[in-house]
């Protein structure tokens, strides 16, 4: 890397050799300045030994493990363009479901996000990602008995290591257009300079093709999305055992809600024509904006620590057509979910000798919701029938504040070379619409059979507080003799979920190329927390199953020979539940009396979920293709039965090119379900599922980007 400082040094010493060598020196010339380290290199090689040791604070020991870095993501179809959630599908035992929702393990959601190690309290469920795949430059997912230090969202843990200044300099900008009116601009810059380092990232994407297809038709009516986002990683290295580091994030999405035509009208109202469905114009924006700053020290082989304070802001607004939404669901509501979440986190590791690393730390955050809720409904009889054409609002707001305290200490444990032990313990308190705690135990191993073979195992003691920003705050009295009363009158709050989680698993070097792996695990439930999207707005809300047990098995091999890589995945599960016990009120009483005295399957439960890809470069330019394979999600009344299943295959083309006055550009070129699969994610029928959505028809879409 050349710097103003070398280029300084190089230049003495060629002049210096210059006049030697042609005799012309009337004295023995000055030796020339010994080339000095530059300030960037400095920067880097600080940055990347304070990475280290941050990293080195977040074990993963007993977990199962699956890796993505940059290149993994380059090499997709999309590229960085890809949404995050259709990264991380690509990681085994991951189960797709529309609106973007990912299933890992069997659970609906429960995912926990960090950004270079700090937790990122999520945001409200809607259609967008609060996160872009474009600043990662790697991605960890864990998943099984994870160590102590990883509470509040357990399902998964989505690890996401940002691009840095300090290491990479320079950036791009780039387009990407294609079917369904895709416009997709994008840019980055990245540099470091004098201790201070920094990477900055932005998008900006429209397109007709905001959120899935209720219909199976090529174009969705009433689909149109806008959505910005922006990233930036601050970092400043005030000596070589030390930084303070910024992270910012915004997402800000408006989406049409999409219409199904043909739909006759179910109520009247006075006055007022019918709409036609396909005219309907219910809309929803999300936003979500988050800012952390951490300072962190290193002080040699002993002691590092990280220190972390964040703040997160989020909301989503569902506007409904006020016309469309009374005469085809009875209610038209406009409602408004806000949360803010703000705290601090702390995690210290301290090595003590080689054969013990003594882990610590603590997590707090004090958490604001808000429900505003005006519905226009009309009145109705004790059987929902329609009694006036004359509709009336109700008012139902309502306020939650709490807290979240987490605390752990663990014993990373090396007593023979090839065995590594981990074991804690953890506590948790949360004290929102309900106070509880728990203390959960933690012990993972890993042990080397060989070279090349690796088996782990691990049991997990499990607290899941209730999503605060996914509780139904709805008034059931509020609503008696309305459009839209509810079928049950039981209104019990959330509980926390409680499990006792084992795993266990192998992974084997073959040869030099390939990698093979099998994992396993169970989990027993009480409390199971799911998810469901009751009413036409399009909102999810948390319940609870008495009673769980989940339990699968996964599958994974990779093969990097030369130019070429594959991998491939499987994951078989099986997630039921049985007993309705809080939210009873947005079930209906014979569904309820089933699930009291049945196991049902959870409505995200899928039996086989398999990811595939392949990507050969040849010369410049990278070929690759990946498959989604689900056998389908859950349907019908109580789940008892379940959609087709469906494979979906996407292929992608990059190449370099160089183009007058402006010089290098990479191209792109991607195809998105290739063989055009019509396959329905959701029928609108099963537990908490509200409408149908069918997966992507084919598209094409082409792009390009100069790097600077």
Not at 375 to 395: H, K, L, R, Y
Not at 506 to 514: A, F, K, N, P, W
Not at 614 to 641: H, I, K, M, P
Request: proline share 5%; glycine share 10%.
């Amino acid at each position: 890397m050349f710097t103003r400082n070398t280029c300084v040094a190089a230049l003495a010493w060629c002049a210096a050799h210059c006049v030697t060598a042609f005799g012309q020196a009337a004295a023995t010339p000055a030796p020339a300045p010994a080339p000095q380290p530059s300030t960037t290199e400095t920067i880097e090689v600080t940055s990347q030994r304070l990475d280290a040791a941050r990293n080195s604070l977040s074990p993963d020991t007993g977990s199962s493990v699956y890796r993505i870095d940059a290149s993994d993501i380059a090499a997709l179809p999309l590229g960085a363009s890809t949404p995050l959630d259709e990264v991380i599908l690509h990681a085994p035992g991951v189960v797709q479901d529309s609106f973007g929702q990912l299933h890992v393990r069997g659970d609906h959601a429960n995912l926990q996000y960090r950004i270079n190690g700090v937790v990122i309290p999520e945001p409200i469920a809607g259609f967008g990602q609060a996160f872009d795949s474009r600043f990662a430059d790697r991605i960890n997912v864990l998943t099984g008995a994870l160590p102590a230090q990883y509470g509040y969202r357990t399902a998964g843990i989505i690890d996401i290591h940002t691009r840095s200044g300090a290491t990479d300099h320079g950036g791009q900008v780039g387009y990407l257009g294609g079917s369904y009116a895709h416009h997709e601009a994008t840019a980055d810059v990245r540099d470091s300079r004098d201790g201070f380092s920094y990477y900055l990232t932005g998008s900006y994407l429209e397109d007709d093709l905001g959120i899935e297809n209720p219909t199976p038709a090529r174009d969705a009516i009433h689909n149109h999305t806008k959505q910005q986002k922006g990233f930036a990683f601050l970092s400043y290295v005030i000596d070589p055992s030390s930084r303070v580091s910024a992270i910012l994030g915004s997402s800000n999405g408006r989406f049409e809600i999409p219409n199904v035509p043909g739909v006759e009208p179910v109520y009247s109202l006075a006055g007022t024509p019918p709409v036609p469905s396909e005219n309907l114009d219910a809309r929803q924006d999300e936003k979500n904006q988050f800012q952390v700053l951490s300072y962190q020290r290193s002080s040699g082989d002993n002691l590092d620590y990280q220190l972390s304070f964040f703040h997160r802001y989020t909301d989503i607004h569902y506007q409904p057509d006020p016309v469309g939404d009374l005469i085809y669901n009875g209610v038209a509501a406009q409602i408004l979910r806000k949360d803010e979440t703000a705290g601090f986190q702390g995690d210290l590791g301290w090595h003590l000798g080689d054969a013990h690393t003594i882990r610590a730390g603590a997590y707090y955050s004090h958490e604001r919701f808000g429900a505003d809720n005006t519905s226009t409904v009309f009145s109705a009889d004790e059987e929902g029938n329609q009694t006036s054409d004359v509709p009336f609002q109700i008012v139902d707001n309502s306020r939650i504040g709490g807290s979240l305290l987490g605390l752990y200490v663990q014993d990373e444990w090396t007593p023979t070379n090839p065995l590594t032990v981990n074991y804690g313990i953890r506590y948790d308190h949360v004290d929102t619409v309900v106070n509880e705690m728990q203390w959960s135990p933690r012990v993972g191993l890993t042990y080397d059979l060989s070279k090349d073979t690796r088996v782990h195992a691990g049991y997990a003691r499990y607290f899941t507080p209730p999503p605060t920003e996914k509780i139904d705050t709805t008034s059931v009295e509020a609503f008696l003799g309305t459009t839209n009363a509810l079928p049950s009158d039981a209104n019990t709050s959330v509980r926390s979920e409680r499990s006792n989680y084992y795993d266990a698993g192998i992974s084997r070097q073959v040869g030099s190329d390939v990698v093979l792996g099998a994992d396993a695990y169970y989990r027993d439930v009480r409390h199971l927390q799911d998810e469901g999207q009751f009413g036409n707005a399009l909102i999810f809300s948390a319940f609870n199953y008495d009673r769980g047990k989940v339990y699968g098995l996964e599958l994974s091999a990779s093969w990097r020979h030369g130019s070429f890589s594959a991998y491939g995945n499987v994951g078989l599960s099986r997630a039921m539940g049985k007993g309705i016990e809080s939210g009873q009120f947005n079930f209906d009483p014979d569904e309820l009396a089933y699930i009291a005295s049945h196991w049902v399957h959870l409505d995200h439960d899928q039996t086989v979920a398999a990811s595939a890809g392949v990507s050969y470069r040849l010369e410049s330019a990278v070929l690759s293709a990946d498959l989604l394979y689900g056998s389908g999600l859950r349907r019908g009344f109580a789940n008892t039965e379940h959609l087709p299943g469906y494979t979906q295959v996407n292929l992608g083309l990059t190449h370099p090119a160089d183009a007058p006055l402006v010089g290098r550009l990479d191209l792109r070129v991607a195809v998105v379900n290739l063989f055009d699969r019509v396959y329905e994610l959701r029928d609108g029928s099963g537990i908490g599922v509200g409408a149908p959505q069918y997966g992507p028809r084919r598209a094409f879409y082409v792009g390009v980007s100069k790097p600077f």
